[in-house]
């Protein structure tokens, strides 16, 4: 088929354009549309609406003209493997999350969700920033809460630590991964509060 500019025109299914151009982008860098048509089977108007619905998803950004590159969300899509199923944003078509808050418990639960065993320390070194208040005793509380809401696993031999006479460091690692947000503690209750529950209406677990 050829479309109104002359070029060739694969038919496509709904939503499967900016699935592509979702999973062409998940290292993270910017990429001009010159670059998607040569590496992609698409042509420049799909490449420009495809973008622009990615855009409008809050899955992609204009970093300048003509160069998009994936927003956190957008990243967090293609780890889940997320597919959208359609044009629009609408019912039929894949789950909007509502955007993260860039907390320090937010980039902490990501780094875990990576799979790999980690000690407090290293989770730091990973999830904090300069602005971050006390990020090591901040974190310990919050995996000390995830391990005892059956969140983590710690192993039974900590990882040596370098300085002499240090007992090393415990090591943990993500065992219920219910999803991209981060459950947050609900100290009056006791509770973790999982916005990736019950279909995104969120759900408390017990964490005394």
């Not at 998607?36 to 973008?51: F, K, M």
Request: hydrophobic residues 30%; aromatic residues 6%; charged residues 25%.
């Amino acid at each position: 088929m050829i479309d109104q500019t002359g070029q060739n025109q694969t038919q496509l299914a709904p939503g499967e354009i900016q699935t592509t151009m979702l999973s062409h982008l998940c290292d993270g860098t910017c990429k001009t549309i010159d670059q998607l048509e040569s590496e992609l089977a698409l042509n420049r108007r799909q490449i420009s609406d495809g973008a622009r619905l990615l855009i409008i998803r809050g899955y992609a950004e204009r970093i300048e003209l003509g160069c998009y590159r994936l927003t956190e969300l957008g990243q967090d899509a293609t780890m889940n493997g997320e597919v959208i199923t359609s044009g629009p944003i609408s019912k039929d078509s894949c789950t909007i999350r509502k955007p993260f808050a860039n907390t320090i418990r937010q980039r902490a639960w990501r780094t875990m969700r990576m799979g790999d065993a980690f000690t407090i320390p290293s989770l730091t070194m990973a999830a904090a920033t300069n602005k971050d208040k006390q990020p090591e005793n901040n974190l310990q509380r919050y995996v000390k809460a995830l391990v005892k809401a059956g969140y983590l696993v710690a192993y039974p031999v900590p990882q040596k630590g370098n300085r002499v006479g240090s007992n090393g460091f415990k090591r943990y690692r993500l065992i219920n991964n219910t999803g991209p947000h981060a459950p947050t503690m609900r100290r009056g209750k006791k509770v973790l509060f999982d916005r990736n529950l019950n279909e995104g209406q969120g759900g408390e677990v017990p964490w005394t």
